[in-house]
């Protein structure tokens, strides 16, 4: 079975501060791995995924991730945010065959100006 | 291409009564998944179709349905409401091909459901 913590329900930062947003998982199986975020009153898009190769991935609006196969965790980060980064965010696994998704339950980011 | 569009995105409905949330997926894509997206919870997985059969179901009690049709639109029903239905139902569709590869969801804006 697969499962997502996220660590942390609320982080809040100060503008241009730096952020990280903890994701562990559990699986028994290897799994891709996602970061999605969702701004008030939309769905969620995606900033970055991990598939296989560096485990270092970049995403959009200048986020980034890392994968840690022994600590099983894939965190979050970006070096500068900025109040346009206000959002909920969610890490998510996908197993390497079917087609579903599991969530952890969100992180609440809020830049403080 | 046009993304996933969700209707309605508003809905109230008492306890009791039914209710039944339409998405349809970008053109192209055979697969939609249904989350049910709550304070605390996350998203909670209900179902995946793909080509109009039900291939992946999540823990929710048989109140909770769906149906895919030949156009991959989908629909969710719910019946007999209960005010913890109350939640924001995203879909989220793919091309929803297993074979080793990975399938990138692309979600819609939501159907926000208030049970009162």
């Known amino acids: 079975a ?32 996602f970061w999605y975020v969702q701004y008030p009153n939309q769905g969620l ?15 959009i609006n200048g986020f980034e991730a890392e994968f840690n196969k022994s ?12 109040i346009s980064d206000t959002a909920e965010y969610f890490c998510a696994v996908h197993r ?11 992180t609440s980011l809020t830049v403080i100006p | 291409k046009a993304g996933v569009t969700q209707t309605p995105r508003y809905l109230i409905k008492t306890r009791g009564q039914q209710v039944t949330l339409s998405c349809s997926p ?3 894509h055979r697969s939609v998944s249904w989350y049910q997206q709550t304070p605390g919870q996350g998203l909670q997985f209900l179902f995946e179709y793909f080509s109009e059969t039900q291939r992946n179901k999540g823990n929710f009690p048989g109140r909770f349905s769906g149906r895919q049709f030949s156009n991959s639109r989908s629909e969710m029903n719910v019946s007999t409401l209960e005010l913890g239905d109350s939640a924001l139902y995203l879909c989220a569709s793919s091309l929803g091909i297993s074979a080793g590869g990975i399938n990138e969801q692309f979600f819609g804006p939501g159907t926000r459901l208030t049970v009162l």
Request: glycine share 8%.
């Open chain 1, 2 to 33: 697969q499962s997502v913590t996220q660590l942390d329900s609320q982080v809040p930062v100060f503008e241009e501060a730096p952020v990280e947003l903890r994701c562990n998982y559990s699986s028994s199986v290897s799994v891709y791995l």
């Open chain 1, 45 to 59: 898009q995606l900033l970055l995924k991990y598939l296989s190769g560096s485990t270092l991935v970049k995403g």
């Open chain 1, 71 to 82: 600590q099983t965790s894939f965190h979050l980060r970006k070096p500068s945010v900025h």
């Open chain 1, 96 to 106: 390497l065959t079917g087609n579903q998704f599991y969530f952890g339950t969100g």
């Open chain 2, 26 to 28: 970008i053109s192209g």
